[in-house]
């Protein structure tokens, strides 16, 4: 069984930096490509951030320049840096994670459970 647990979040003023975790646990062979997704209130879950398994990134236009993701595969872990914190990124932040739980390298996505975010003076 594979878990993915994410923490970090919390309430930051505009401007202000958070930085995101996501330790993935459990029956782990390999892990593929993860990301960072986002839900705000009303909204549809949208894609943050990715880093493959071997570092090469990309971004949402929002975040480009203010957001870094970063991993390391020693620990199974993603992270997610954020900088110049804008209210409009208010959000509950989810990890997402391309495992494979075997050596018959059959992966699958596994979800975490969420963390919010909140931008507010």
């Known amino acids: 069984q594979v878990r993915l647990v994410e923490s970090g979040g919390g309430l930051v003023q505009p401007g202000g930096s958070l930085r995101l975790s996501c330790a993935a646990s459990?029956?782990?062979?390999?892990?593929?490509?993860m990301n960072w997704y986002r839900q705000a209130p009303g909204k549809e879950r949208e894609l943050v951030a990715v880093i493959d398994s071997s570092s090469g990134t990309d971004y949402a236009d929002s975040v480009k320049g203010r957001f870094t993701i970063s991993r390391d595969n020693a620990k199974n872990t993603v992270y997610l840096q954020m900088n110049s914190l804008k209210p409009e990124d208010t959000a509950v932040y989810y990890c997402?994670?391309?495992?494979?739980?075997?050596?018959?390298?059959?992966?699958?996505?596994?979800w975490g459970q969420g963390t919010q975010v909140t931008v507010s003076s």
């Open positions: 997402n994670a391309e495992i494979a739980p075997y050596s018959d390298y059959r992966s699958y996505y596994y």
């Open positions: 459990g029956t782990i062979f390999s892990v593929g490509t």
